[in-house]
């Protein structure tokens, strides 16, 4: 898991990145409860990708399915 995470937070950094890498980190870090990460996240998939619509809908849903969570986002 750990070589997962280090490799998708390599790829955030590239220019063409697509959403589903910030998703897939997502999901990983909820199952470590790693919940700094998850809001992290979320605020950079929001500014990075909100120029895509069904990606504002997917983390829409996420931050929706994730009320209640210790989150600062």
Known sequence: ????????EKLLI???VQPSVAFYLISIYINGRRYDEIARLIEFSEIRFSMI?????AIDLIK????GLPLTV
Do not use: F, V, W, Y
Request: hydrophobic share 30%; aromatic share 0%; glycine share 0%.
């Open 1 to 8: 898991t750990e070589q997962s995470i280090e490799l998708l």
């Open 53 to 57: 619509p069904e990606a504002k809908a």
């Open 64 to 67: 929706q399915k994730l009320e």
């Open 14 to 16: 590239h220019p063409d």
